[in-house]
Antibody
Framework: EVRLVESGGGLIQPGGSLRLSCAASGFTFSNYEMNWVRQAPGKGLEWISNVSISGISTYYGESVKGRFTISRDNAKNSLYLQMNSLRVEDTAVYYC???????????????????WGQGTLVIVSS | DIQMTQSPSTLSANVGDKVTLTCRASQSIRSWLAWYQQKPGKAPHLLIYKASNLESGVPSRFSGSGSGTEFTLTIASLQPDDFATYYCQQYNTYPWTFGQGTKVEVK
């Protein structure tokens, strides 16, 4: 069974930093691109970041570019999101989600999100 | 960025009804569209990928269609478990973007 478990959320003051983690199990983590998606309270979904299977290539939404850094440790089956210069508008539930699978360097085109964690809540407030 | 617009924002329906949700993209996304269902306090759940492909384990009453800029999600006969919010997502171009959601509620 695929399992994604996020952790690291909490209450943080504006301008502060937080590091989220996502522990993966039940699948070959190193074969999947990974993503972070967030949802502000009562709002819709916002994709914020993607990392390639090697961790070399990363992509960000404009709202977090330059402040957030996505990374992964395939040996630990873990995904991370380092969040700096946090703003009130970053308050949200943060989900990790699997992306496309890649085998022997060849990746499928389908960049949808098959598996999701339960989310971790980040509240940015003074 | 590609804007995804869903309509209606809220849909009131009865169990057994056939319901159709619409998603429009601001430019062509070919067939690179997914649909998700989300219930309160839960993570989204993938229903449809590549516009019309049913994810494994998803009931066959769900179907998707469309290409280019116009897409639909149809629930053939609404069941009590289907009252939820539905989101479309394009993955043709970074940044991947979601629609604002359609809430399907009890009439």
């Amino acid at each position: 069974e695929v399992r994604l478990v996020e952790s690291g959320g909490g209450l943080i003051q504006p301008g502060g930093s937080l590091r989220l983690s996502c522990a993966a199990s039940g699948f070959t983590f190193s074969n999947y691109e990974m993503n972070w998606v967030r949802q502000a309270p009562g709002k819709g979904l916002e994709w914020i970041s993607n990392v390639s299977i090697s961790g070399i290539s990363t992509y960000y939404g404009e709202s977090v570019k330059g402040r957030f850094t996505i990374s992964r440790d395939n040996a630990k089956n873990s995904l991370y999101l380092q969040m700096n210069s946090l703003r009130v508008e970053d308050t949200a539930v943060y989900y990790c989600a699997t992306g496309r699978s890649c085998i022997n360097g060849l990746c499928h085109d389908d960049n949808y999100f098959t598996h999701w964690g339960q989310g971790t809540l980040v509240i940015v407030s003074s | 960025d590609i804007q995804m617009t869903q309509s209606p924002s809220t849909l009131s329906a009865n169990v057994g009804d056939k319901v159709t949700l619409t998603c429009r993209a601001s430019q062509s996304i070919r067939s690179w569209l997914a649909w998700y269902q989300q219930k309160p306090g839960k993570a989204p759940h993938l229903l449809i990928y590549k516009a019309s492909n049913l994810e494994s384990g998803v009931p066959s009453r769900f179907s998707g269609s469309g290409s280019g800029t116009e897409f639909t999600l149809t629930i053939a006969s609404l069941q009590p478990d289907d009252f939820a919010t539905y989101y479309c997502q394009q993955y043709n171009t970074y940044p991947w973007t979601f629609g604002q959601g359609t809430k399907v509620e009890v009439k």
